[in-house]
Each structure stands twice: as structure tokens, then as C-alpha cells.
């Protein structure tokens, strides 16, 4: 059979869970050529009661079964560990809230897997993201997907040209539930089985026991906006903006409004040069909303940024798109709301988009407090 006649291979990332599970179908049913390969991007306590990876290679091998694909397991733990997880820990280090899920899509499942896939002489990649890709004159473009509860786009936002001209991303234009429906009505054995939540290496873990491992640090005043030291922080890595639970301020009364009901605490600024934590009452306190933020390490989807001017963005994954104003800044960029945003946390994402289109971001620097402390 002459090239141009073959079925094109693609090669999926399968986890074991049901979205990647049923992409492996579609694919199938549209005709392409389809490998599995499970990515092991995780050894270390590999058998405790938190890490399921044992268990997902066991699902992933049974829905290939059913699917009719062959499956290869890979192990990217030694990438995984220099390029993500030692990030990670520095991120946190310097006491800023990082988003490992951005980094192992651009680093693992857009690079170190794209690799090795090429090697088994894929055309595509394909995963089980909730995304879209489209050709427009020669470009690429990603889209969010149209199913808006589940879109992944502000998790791939750093791809490349080369990565998405490569990539498919079967669940793009179906919905959750239908989705689950698939794999329930094509006999999936895993059809039932729960979204995985949390972070890969990590797991359902207490997070807070798990950086101990890693993490060097140091306690500290808990202080309020007035200067009031109501408790001792743990080690300034362990918090983020916004946080609620598990901040550790016992015996302070919480202040009372006119109905008797009571203002929680929040984590509302790390003072990293005198390792002080400082809290406030109240979900809609001035230090937890910011008017501006500035972002460094950016990536643009077409390779060049954005033109100055008003844009909608997400600085959480969780979260409408809001309007801003992007300036363009060097190596970096600004964005300006007209509505404070919540909690802007130094570490996470901004990621822009224009409509359905999501066209880069970076990672958030610092932010400006809507009304001056």
C-alpha cells in the first residue's frame, strides 16, 4: 500500500482513566492506526496507599483489551523528576504557589512523550484532554472545548506550533456525559471509575506532610494587615493566596458581623524577607483583590504575542474568563482588570484568550492591590 494510502498511526497517552480510555476508541473508529502508552512519570513510594499507578496500568492494559490496541508502559520518571518536580520544589521554596499540571503537559506530555512517540513512527499524538486544535491558513490554533465545565486549554496554554500541528484531542466537541455513556455502552471496565484528582505524585496525600519530605523551612509570625501577631506560621512554603483551611489560627475569635455570623481567615500575603505570614477576615478584604498583575516565563500558542490591548483572561483554572488589558512588557506582560480579581497568586498561570481562542500566558510574578494597603 502506497504511503499516502496508509492509515495514519497516532499514539495515545492512556492512563487507565475513562476520557483517555475513550479517545483510544474514537480514534479507532475513525480509522487511524491506534498504540497506547502509558506514561509512568512517578517512583518514588510507588506502592504506598496514595500512588494508584500500579492500578491504572492494570485498567489501561484491560480497556486496550476491549479497544482492540496494543499498549507499551514508558517510563519518564527521570524527566519527570528534573524537569517538573525539582520546579516544583523550587517554586514552592521561594514561597510561590506553582501549577505542575501546566509543566508536565509542556515538558512530559508534550515533549518527552511526543518524542518517544515519534520514535515509534507515529503521525499524531493524541490524549484525553478537553481541548480543540484547528488549522487556520497553516497556523494552529487551540481552542477551548465546547464542553466549558471540563475545557483543559488553561492547562496547555504553553504548546508550541510543533506540538499542537502534531496533536490530537478527541473529546474536544463532547460533553462529560456523554463521554461516560461511551464507555459505558462499549463494555469500558472502567467506565465507573472516578476522575483522578490532585497531583500526580502527591496523590489524596496531605499535601503539607508530603512537602515536609522535600522542603526546608522555617516558622514565623502570623500577623494581621494592623500589625497583630495572632498566630505562628508553619514555614511560609506551605500556605498559598487565598487559602482558608488548615491556616492554624486557634483561640482568635473570628470578627462578627451585624447578623452574628462570623468572617473566616484568609491567607491574604507571605512576606518572604521577614518570614512573616499575614491573614485577614473576610472573603472580599482589600488585600486579597488586585487591579493588575505582571507575568514573566511566557509562552505564546502562535509563537509571537498578542497585540497590546483588551483580551479576556484566567489567572486560576477554576474561573470565568474576565476582561483585561494586555501590555506587553520585554520578556514578559501586564494585564490590567476593570473588576479586582481574587486571590491573584504569584506562581499560578495568567492565560489569555481572545473569544474560544486561547493564545498564551505566563507565569504570574507579582500583582498590585486594588486599593493600596
Known amino acids: 500500500m502506497a504511503k499516502n494510502m496508509a492509515k495514519k498511526r497516532v499514539v495515545i497517552g492512556m492512563s487507565g482513566g475513562v476520557d483517555s480510555s475513550v479517545s483510544a476508541w474514537l480514534l479507532k473508529e475513525q480509522g487511524y492506526e491506534v498504540i497506547g502508552l502509558f506514561m509512568k512519570n512517578w517512583e518514588d513510594d510507588d506502592d504506598s496507599e496514595y500512588c494508584s499507578t500500579r492500578q491504572d496500568w492494570i485498567d489501561a492494559a484491560s480497556v486496550a483489551d476491549v479497544v482492540g490496541v496494543d499498549i507499551e508502559a514508558v517510563n519518564f520518571a527521570a524527566e519527570y523528576k528534573d524537569r517538573v518536580f525539582a520546579e516544583f520544589l523550587r517554586e514552592y521554596q521561594a514561597g510561590r504557589t506553582p501549577n505542575p499540571d501546566v509543566l508536565c503537559n509542556a515538558e512530559i506530555k508534550f515533549k518527552a512523550f511526543l518524542d518517544h512517540a515519534m520514535h515509534l513512527g507515529a503521525d499524531l499524538i493524541a490524549t484525553g484532554h478537553y481541548a480543540r486544535v484547528r488549522e487556520v491558513d497553516?497556523?494552529?490554533?487551540?481552542?477551548?472545548?465546547?464542553?466549558?465545565?471540563?475545557?483543559?486549554?488553561?492547562?496547555?496554554?504553553?504548546?508550541?506550533?510543533?506540538?499542537?500541528?502534531?496533536?490530537l484531542f478527541p473529546l474536544g466537541e463532547i460533553p462529560k456525559t456523554e463521554v461516560r455513556k461511551i464507555a459505558e455502552k462499549i463494555g469500558l471496565p472502567n467506565a465507573k471509575k472516578k476522575d483522578s484528582t490532585g497531583i500526580c505524585f502527591i496523590g489524596e496525600r496531605p499535601f503539607r506532610d508530603f512537602l515536609n519530605r522535600y522542603l526546608s523551612y522555617k516558622p514565623g509570625p502570623m500577623k494581621t494587615p494592623e500589625g497583630d501577631v495572632v498566630g505562628e506560621h508553619v514555614g511560609l512554603s506551605f500556605y498559598t493566596l487565598g487559602q482558608r483551611k488548615g491556616i492554624g489560627i486557634g483561640g482568635i475569635k473570628e470578627r462578627r458581623n451585624a447578623d452574628g455570623s462570623n468572617d473566616a481567615w484568609y491567607v491574604a500575603k507571605k512576606d518572604i524577607a521577614n518570614n512573616t505570614l499575614y491573614v485577614v477576615q473576610g472573603h472580599d478584604h482589600p488585600w486579597l483583590l488586585s487591579s493588575e498583575l505582571s507575568a514573566g516565563q511566557v509562552s505564546w500558542v502562535g509563537g509571537v504575542p498578542p497585540a497590546d490591548g483588551p483580551l479576556s483572561a484566567k489567572t486560576r483554572y477554576r474561573q470565568a474568563d474576565v476582561p483585561c488589558v494586555l501590555a506587553n512588557r520585554g520578556e514578559g506582560f501586564a494585564l490590567q482588570f476593570d473588576d479586582a480579581q481574587w486571590a491573584v497568586t504569584p506562581g499560578q498561570s495568567a492565560v489569555l484568550y481572545r473569544g474560544d481562542v486561547c493564545l498564551g500566558g505566563g507565569i504570574i510574578d507579582s500583582h498590585t492591590l486594588a486599593v493600596p494597603a
Open 138 to 167: 497553516g497556523r494552529f490554533e487551540l481552542l477551548k472545548a465546547l464542553d466549558a465545565t471540563k475545557d483543559q486549554s488553561y492547562f496547555l496554554h504553553r504548546l508550541n506550533q510543533a506540538q499542537l500541528s502534531r496533536t
